[in-house]
C-alpha cells in the first residue's frame, strides 16, 4: 500500500536490500558496503554505500538500481542523478548512496555511520 509520500513500503527491508546489493553488483559497483542502521536513525533499516569509476558509471549503476527497485513496486525517490557525483537512492528502508571515489572518500559517509555510538559510551 502506497503511504503518504508515495512510496510502496515493504514489510521486509531485508527484500529491498537484497535488490539493491544484487542491482549493485550486476552493475558493477565498486567497494559496496552495506550498513544497518536500525535503531541508531528514523532515516531507514539499511545503509548501502557503493563507488563507481567515473561519472558515468556513478550514473548508469543508480539508473540500473532505480530500475531493480522500481520492478519491484517501489517508487524509490532520488537525487544527484544529474552531475552524477553522489547519488542518493531512498527505497525507503534502504538508503543508498552511490558515490565517485574521490568524493566518497571526502565525506567518508559509512566511517560516520559504522562508529560506535555515543550514548553506548559513558563518561565519568
Not at 571515489?101 to 571526502?106: A, D, K, Q, S
Given at each position: 500500500m502506497p503511504?503518504?509520500?508515495g512510496m510502496v513500503q515493504h514489510d521486509d527491508p531485508s527484500m529491498a536490500?537484497?535488490?539493491?546489493?544484487?542491482?549493485?553488483?550486476?552493475?558493477?559497483a565498486e567497494n559496496?558496503?552495506?550498513i544497518d542502521i536500525q535503531g541508531k536513525s528514523s532515516l531507514g533499516d539499511y545503509m548501502v554505500v557503493a563507488s563507481g569509476r567515473s561519472h558515468r558509471h556513478v550514473a548508469a549503476v543508480a539508473d540500473h538500481l532505480l530500475k531493480a527497485l522500481k520492478d519491484?513496486?517501489?517508487r524509490p525517490r532520488v537525487e544527484g542523478l544529474n552531475s552524477a557525483d553522489w547519488v542518493l537512492v531512498d527505497a525507503g528502508?534502504?538508503?543508498v548512496h552511490v558515490f565517485r571515489?574521490?568524493?566518497?572518500?571526502?565525506y567518508s559517509i559509512?566511517?560516520?555511520?559504522?562508529?560506535?555510538?555515543?550514548?553506548d559510551e559513558t563518561v565519568h
Open positions: 503511504s503518504p509520500a536490500l537484497k535488490t539493491v546489493l544484487a542491482s549493485l553488483e550486476d552493475s558493477k559496496i558496503v552495506s519491484t513496486g517501489m528502508d534502504v538508503i571515489p574521490e568524493v566518497r572518500e571526502f559509512e566511517e560516520m555511520w559504522q562508529a560506535p555510538d555515543l550514548e
